[in-house]
T-cell receptor, first 113, second 109 residues
């Protein structure tokens, strides 16, 4: 393990508050991803970025925002517009090309009170 | 749009029995298929990918384009195989993965 870190491990927020989840990688990967993991629904892609200063919406981007100002960092903001934010959030990174296995972080569990 | 389906949410077998985790996909092109595994209290990690055609921890998976399936098999299950398994698909171009819903495998002693 190692290479991708996510913080914090557990996060609690009140309804109506925005919250930012951190994801950092030191693998020199160009691409980074945010997934949401819910029981029985697998992993669903929120946003992804293949290069600095560029990112694309995934399948469930509504209520989320991201930035990619540095290659090693891809923070995710869960906004108050996200109707059901309580979930486990996973960050991943990969190189772009043939050897582009995605490596995952340990995850952040967000609970909205 | 691509889609991955894992029809079994839960699968329970006894140690030493064969195990097969099913994965079906829909995609009009030539996809790349993967199996990822998440052991208890560990990170999600790649188990195997179809282009490698290798056996990892005794698991194999064959891409069947006719049946659009990529089932994961192991002839003799071990207790340490108990985990959540996800099948995933990637299009020929691009880096994003589409995951199935996952199958929780329990291997009983």
């Amino acid at each position: 393990d190692g290479g991708i870190t996510q913080s914090p491990k557990y996060l609690f927020r009140k309804e109506g508050q925005n919250v930012t989840l951190s994801c950092e990688q030191n693998l020199n990967h160009d691409a980074m991803y945010w997934y949401r993991q819910d029981p029985g629904q697998g992993l669903r892609l929120i946003y992804y970025s293949q290069i600095v200063n560029d990112f694309q919406k995934g399948d469930i981007a509504e209520g989320y925002s991201v930035s990619r100002e540095k290659k090693e960092s891809f923070p995710l903001t869960v906004t108050s517009a996200q109707k059901n934010p309580t979930a486990f959030y996973l960050c991943a990174s990969s190189s772009v090309g043939i050897a582009d296995t995605q490596y995952f972080g340990p995850g952040t569990r967000l609970t909205v009170l | 749009a691509q889609r991955v389906t894992q029809p079994e949410k839960l699968l329970s077998v006894f140690k030493g029995a064969p195990v097969e985790l099913k994965c079906n996909y829909s995609y009009s092109g030539s996809p790349e298929l993967f199996w990822y595994v998440q052991y208890s209290r560990q990170r999600l990690q790649l188990l195997l990918r179809h282009i490698s055609r290798e056996s990892i921890k005794g698991f194999t998976a064959d891409l069947n384009k006719g049946e659009t399936s990529f089932h994961l098999k192991k002839p003799f299950a071990q207790e340490e195989d108990s985990a959540m398994y996800y099948c995933a698909l990637r299009r020929t171009s691009g880096s994003r993965l589409t995951f199935g819903e996952g199958t929780q495998l329990t291997v009983n002693p």
